[in-house]
């Protein structure tokens, strides 16, 4: 049986394909961009998120951790995550919950169950399946399989990529994708390298052979404000989607939303001083997009 960790399944969404989506999230991603949103997602092994703001400092995990990985200070319980193996013994130990796994072993059935409770609203809003990550391509099989059952009940399905990964397994999950969300966070490959962790040669060059292939591609750009909100970058990204026949871009708007997820990881959130763009900038960015003819959302 096929498994994964999962780390949450969305219902009721709608920004991350057509109609009333369903978004299974998974674990592991090659980049580390300074914005992520979703840091849970990032190492492929699971994790354990502390809320040092609910723990009563009782103790009762470190009594029960059999790995050395716990110890407390003054500010609370301090995790060993060289040592953690995220068994799950101190969440269970812990009465206030204040330590929870990130997410969940699944196997592909359990999670095609979980997603088909929202059959209906896909009938009738034109929705479906989107997997997202963390990155798809690390979890090709996991996904191919979901997708493949989500076929076989005509589900629509589609995925959230940065391209950074096997050709031929973007491809063959091409295979049971019909719509696929192509994350491009910088034109440059310097400057994506920079933000990101790695070059962008690879997400071009598989976006080239992707769009070869007549699916359905979007190509979306998280706009974090002093990093790639420039319109010399937009006007390459546009550069981009025509070379490639792409006649759809999306803009994602900077937000904070994954904030407490830093916390809970203590993790550092290096972009904390950001301010988010206001709307009439993102209407000039739009209509700069919109001017190549090609359709722009804010959002999306």
């Known amino acids: 049986m096929i498994k994964t960790t999962v780390c949450e399944i969305e219902h009721y969404a709608v920004h991350d394909g057509p109609g009333i989506r369903t978004v299974v999230f998974l674990k592991g991603c090659p980049l580390k ?34 790995y050395d990985a716990l110890s407390s200070e003054d500010q609370g319980i301090v995790i060993d995550r060289n040592k953690c193996i995220a068994c799950g013994k101190c969440t269970d130990a812990c009465p206030t919950n204040s330590l929870k796994l990130v997410g969940k072993n699944m196997e592909v059935e359990d999670v095609f169950k979980e997603v088909s409770k929202d059959v209906l609203f896909y009938r009738q809003s034109g929705g479906g399946v989107t997997v ?12 191919i399989n979901l997708f493949k059952l989500c076929k076989d009940e005509c589900i629509h399905t589609a995925i959230e ?19 696929i969300l192509f994350d491009i966070k910088h034109a440059n490959d310097v400057i994506h390298k920079d933000l990101t962790g790695v070059g962008n040669a690879l997400i071009q060059e598989n976006l080239s052979k992707l769009s070869k292939l007549g699916k359905e591609i979007i190509i979306r750009i998280p706009l974090i404000p002093g990093l790639n909100d420039d319109e010399e970058n937009i006007k390459n990204t546009i550069e981009i989607a025509n070379a490639n026949g792409i006649r759809e871009i999306h803009i994602l708007p900077y937000h904070t939303l994954g904030l ?19 709307p009439e900038y993102l209407e000039s960015l739009k ?13 999306g």
């Open 287 to 299: 209509k700069l997009v919109e001017n190549s003819s090609i359709k722009c959302i804010i959002g």
């Open 161 to 179: 990529t940065t391209g950074y990964g096997s050709f031929e397994k973007l491809k063959e999950l091409s295979d049971y994708t019909d719509l």
């Open 132 to 143: 997202s990550g963390g990155e798809v391509l690390m979890n090709v099989d996991f996904a």
């Open 33 to 66: 961009c300074l914005w992520c949103s979703n840091p849970e997602t990032q190492r492929k092994e699971n994790e354990l998120y502390y809320n040092n703001s609910t723990c009563a400092l009782c103790k009762k995990c470190i009594q029960v951790c059999e």
């Open 260 to 278: 407490d997820k830093y916390r809970r990881l203590k993790k550092d959130y290096k972009l904390i001083a950001i301010k988010k763009h206001e």
